[in-house]
C-alpha cells in the first residue's frame, strides 16, 4: 500500500463521516437517506459509464 493510497482513504472516510454526520443532525428518516444515498449511486454510476463510453476506454 503506497503513501498516496492512504491519504485517499483517509480522505474518503472523512468525507463520509462528514456525509452521515449531516444526515445524523437533520434527522432524515433512515428509509429517506437510503432512498437519497441509492439516487446519488446511480448518478455516479452512470456518469462513469457515459464518460468511459465517450472516451472509448476498456
Do not use: D, N
Not at 6 to 29: D, K, N, T
Not at 37 to 46: C, D, E, H, K, Y
Request: proline share 2%; net charge positive; aromatic share 8%.
Amino acid at each position: 500500500m503506497s503513501g498516496g493510497f492512504g491519504i485517499q482513504m483517509i480522505w474518503a472516510i472523512g468525507i463520509l463521516v462528514l456525509c452521515i454526520s449531516a444526515l445524523a443532525a437533520r434527522r432524515v428518516p433512515m428509509k429517506g437517506a437510503l432512498r437519497i444515498s441509492l439516487i446519488w449511486v446511480a448518478v455516479f454510476v452512470g456518469a462513469y459509464l457515459i464518460i468511459r463510453l465517450v472516451t472509448g476506454l476498456t
